[in-house]
């Protein structure tokens, strides 16, 4: 059964829309994300713990989500 | 099974100020009935409490499992499109729910169940406009499950998104094609309906201890996709296939738990008594493994081929003893 998605011109648009919000993903990954896991590399290698609310990183502590 | 080097519930990392309790955003504790907010995974640009959480999740998961993301997230683009003009009449919806589960199966699919969309499965705010969901469940592999908490187990988990979502998605054109509206949900569109509610009353399987469903074919080692509709078709009833007898002596995942997130006893929540995780316990364990899933491969029921015999075994044993 041939599908009704398969026609072209709208949905290209559309395509294009969600590859450009791909891209930006995947280079958020690699470049904000790079960052973010060698600083959580450094904070678990030091047994402190990196903040995500704010910048910086203190004593490592147990269960630092609990409120 | 026993988990695959488990590392301990410690972190570093953390809020200097946490957002508020993801069991109170959940409705721990509420007598009153009322719909579920969305707390955690939102693809939808909503505001979420534990936003920076998530964000910190995504960006510390492996290549290897986001690359499943980014093609879940390609291939349901198709989620919804365009329906043919000419509708075909229905005239029998069991036929019709028959018709459409064998085309489900026949597209990967393992379980296939049909109920209608109430409000109580959908988040707070959403209406998805659609009548009837068609749940579906597709198998995990075990081999690949065996390592959870570690990231491989994780790769598995998107890898079955992935072709559960494929499968929904072809689903919903085929329907669509029939003239009838059709939209696919899955990992990580689901941002309307909450899967496990309308699995369970689509007779897929049972709540569990853990918070996930338990199914007699595969246990709690499996996904879901679903596809909403307004084809008219027959809904499934819920099953008891004998979980809340295991699940209210057992406590393989209770101890196999690293932060200790499962309650013993069914929680108030939302004005329905259930089996229930501790959010604020779970999820931090859950970031730092990058998708844990112990308490889903520790659970007795997802031991291949034990379900059905385990089933037969509780149900038999309850009739005789009635």
């Given amino acids: 059964m041939r599908t009704l998605d398969s026609r072209g011109g709208q949905t290209l648009g559309r395509d294009l829309r969600l590859l450009g919000r791909m891209a930006l993903m995947v280079v958020g990954y690699w470049t904000v994300g790079s960052r973010l896991r060698r600083a959580y590399r450094r904070c678990q290698a030091r047994g402190e713990v990196l903040w995500l609310d704010e910048g910086g990183t203190t004593r490592h502590r147990d269960q630092p989500l609990a409120r | ?322």
Avoid at chain 2, 43 to 60: N, T, V
């Fill in chain 2, 1 to 322: 099974m026993r988990p695959c080097d488990p590392p301990p519930p410690s972190y570093a990392f953390g809020y200097h100020t946490p957002p508020v309790s993801g069991n109170a955003i959940n409705g721990l504790g509420e007598a009153g009935r009322s719909r579920a907010r969305v707390v955690f995974h939102a693809s939808d640009g909503r505001p979420l409490p534990w936003k920076a959480l998530d964000d910190f999740f995504s960006l510390i998961n492996p290549w290897g499992v986001l690359r499943h993301v980014l093609a879940n997230t390609w291939q349901l683009r198709r989620s919804d499109g365009p329906v043919a003009p000419e509708r075909r009449p229905v005239d029998d919806p069991a036929a019709t729910s028959a018709e459409i589960k064998a085309l489900a199966r026949e597209l990967g699919a393992g379980l296939v169940g049909v109920t209608p969309v109430t409000e109580d499965a959908t988040y707070e705010g959403r209406d998805p406009g659609l009548r009837t969901a068609i749940c579906l469940a597709l198998p995990m592999d075990r081999g690949e499950m065996r390592f959870a908490p570690q990231p491989r187990a994780a790769a598995e988990v998107m890898r079955t998104y992935r072709r559960a979502a494929r499968v929904a998605v072809r689903l919903a054109e085929r329907i669509r094609a029939m003239g009838w509206p059709a939209r696919a949900y899955g990992n990580p569109n689901c941002t309307d309906i909450l899967m496990i509610p309308l699995a369970i009353r689509a007779g897929i399987g049972e709540l569990g201890k853990h918070g996930s469903m338990i199914c007699r074919e595969y246990g709690s080692n499996f996904r879901l996709a679903a596809v909403l509709t307004d084809l008219p078709l027959a809904a499934d009833r819920p099953v008891d296939i004998g979980v809340q007898d295991v699940c209210a002596v057992c406590r393989r995942c209770v101890d196999d738990c690293p932060p200790r997130a499962i309650f013993e006893e069914k929680q108030l929540v939302r004005g329905e008594r259930k089996w229930y995780v501790d959010f604020d316990k779970c999820i931090p364990y859950f970031v730092k493994t990058v998708g844990c899933s112990i308490c889903i491969e520790v659970c007795p029921w997802s031991e291949p081929g034990r379900g059905p015999a385990l089933s037969d075994l509780l149900l038999e044993k309850r009739g005789t003893s009635a």
